[in-house]
């Protein structure tokens, strides 16, 4: 059973500290993993995808995937109460039809 | 461009009544999912697309229909409504070539069947 795993939360930061969120997938062979925020009452938005071990910055964010440790991270600087939300980990399914394994989300709390 | 839609919005079912979850998208995608999110879980695949005329069945199936007969429009069924349908219902869509992972949402149908 292929599965994809995150910590369900809540996790409160501070306004303007760094939030951390993480995600651990048990297909070894997946090659590419997805970050989406999803504001409560809406339907999920993507906003990072990372392919490569390593790091990729895209302003605020930062996911960092680990294949190894079969380990994808998201990292969000300078956190305000506009990213209070869930966020979504998904993993392709290696040999599949473009098809993706969820976690169930990791809901973040800014306070300010 | 309006992305993926979703139609309708909200409905109320009662138990053995159907109706059909409306989908387009107009970003010529090939790929189109059904998914269900119930309170607090991740994303189940109900139906998956990966072409005009072609569907699978995902995760959870049962008690759900599918058809594609145009590349725009992926509508589901419910027949014989039961109250562990009552769910929030996504529609998404995927481009095929490197980034056909990458799905977009609709807005989604908040269903309630009672």
């Known amino acids: 059973q292929k599965e994809v795993e995150q910590n369900s939360g809540p996790l409160s930061v501070p306004e303007g500290a760094i939030a951390s969120l993480n995600c651990t997938y048990s297909d070894r062979v997946s090659q590419s993993f997805f970050w989406y925020r999803q504001y409560s009452g809406k339907s999920p938005e993507l906003i990072m995808s990372i392919y490569s071990n390593g790091d990729k910055e895209d302003g605020r964010f930062t996911a960092q995937l680990n294949k190894a440790s079969q380990y994808v991270s998201l990292l969000i600087r300078d956190s305000q109460p506009s990213d209070s939300a869930t966020y979504l980990c998904?993993?392709?399914?290696?040999?599949?039809?473009?098809?993706?394994?969820w976690g169930a989300g990791t809901k973040l709390i800014i306070k300010p | 461009n309006a992305g993926v839609t979703q139609t309708p919005k909200f409905r109320i079912l009662k138990i053995g009544q159907s109706m059909t979850l409306q989908c387009a998208q107009d970003?010529?995608?090939?790929?189109m999912y059904w998914y269900r999110q119930d309170p607090g879980m991740g994303l189940k695949l109900i139906y998956y697309?990966?072409?005009?005329?072609?569907?699978d069945k995902g995760e959870v199936p049962n008690g759900y229909n599918v058809s594609r007969s145009t590349t725009e429009d992926f509508p589901l069924r419910l027949e014989l409504a039961a109250p562990s349908q009552t769910s929030v219902y996504f529609c998404?869509?995927?481009?095929?070539?490197?980034?056909?992972?990458?799905?977009?949402f609709g807005p989604g149908t908040r269903l309630t069947v009672t």
């Open positions: 970003m010529n995608h090939n790929y």
């Open positions: 998904a993993v392709n399914i290696a040999g599949s039809n473009y098809q993706l394994i």
């Open positions: 697309s990966v072409g005009a005329g072609i569907t």
């Open positions: 998404a869509s995927s481009a095929t070539g490197e980034d056909s992972y990458e799905q977009y």
